[in-house]
């Protein structure tokens, strides 16, 4: 069965820490993607992960690919309160034309 | 652009009724998905196109079909609805199928059947 896990599923910190979220992913995939969705909203991408070791960042945010390993990391640098969302990861099946979704981490950054 | 849109942005249908999500994209993409959004569970694969006039099944493709004429529309039809249907719906596009764009999200439908 092909499964994409994310943890923690729940993540409350305080503003100023770092935490890192774990993508761990069971299926053959060239292609990892990290999504944000706001409460009540659509998913907005953040990072998209192509090759083994890739890493990419933007503010405070860092994603990683281990493809041997089959983890994406999102680390989250000295968080803010706007940083308050669902994080999802997603693989795109090798061969295939489809998506799977983690069940994404839901965080709180607590002021 | 208006990017991906969908309508209705919220539904209420009785057990055994039939529906169509509308979704729509302008930017000229040629893959389309739709998704079901639960509590708990991210979010799961119904249908996908991969240009006009080719469709296929996702995870959880019973009790919807699709079709897609133009390159613009991907409308997601609910055959007799089902009180497990109630969830929301998204809509996505990106460039090309296989690529390593990512998927753009519509605004979401979010349906309720009793």
């Known amino acids: 069965e092909l499964k994409v896990e994310q943890n923690p599923l729940f993540l409350s910190m305080q503003e100023g820490k770092n935490y890192t979220i774990y993508c761990n992913y069971s299926?053959?995939?060239?292609?990892l993607y990290w999504y944000r969705q706001d409460p009540g909203k659509s998913l907005e991408s953040l990072f998209v992960?192509?090759?083994?070791?890739a890493v990419k960042q933007e503010g405070r945010l860092m994603a990683s690919l281990d493809t041997k390993a089959r983890l994406s990391t999102l680390h989250i640098t000295a968080a803010v309160h706007d940083l308050s969302a669902t994080y999802f990861c997603?693989?795109?099946?090798?061969?295939?034309?489809?998506?799977?979704f983690g069940t994404g981490t839901r965080l709180k950054v607590l002021a | 652009n208006a990017g991906v849109t969908q309508t209705p942005k919220f539904q209420v249908l009785k057990t055994g009724q039939s529906m169509t999500l509308q979704c729509a994209q302008d930017?000229?993409?040629?893959?389309m998905s739709w998704y079901r959004q639960d509590p708990g569970m991210g979010l799961r694969l119904i249908h996908y196109?991969?240009?006009?006039?080719?469709?296929d099944q996702g995870e959880v493709p019973n009790g919807y079909n699709v079709s897609r004429s133009t390159t613009e529309d991907f409308p997601l039809r609910l055959l007799s609805a089902a009180p497990s249907q109630t969830s929301v719906y998204f809509c996505?596009?990106?460039?090309?199928?296989?690529?390593?764009?990512?998927?753009?999200f519509g605004p979401g439908t979010r349906l309720t059947v009793l």
């Open positions: 992960l192509l090759s083994n070791g």
């Open positions: 299926t053959t995939s060239d292609r």
């Open positions: 196109s991969v240009g006009a006039g080719i469709t």
């Open positions: 997603a693989v795109a099946v090798s061969g295939t034309y489809k998506y799977i």
């Open positions: 996505a596009s990106s460039m090309r199928a296989l690529s390593t764009d990512t998927q753009y």
């Open positions: 930017m000229n993409h040629e893959y």
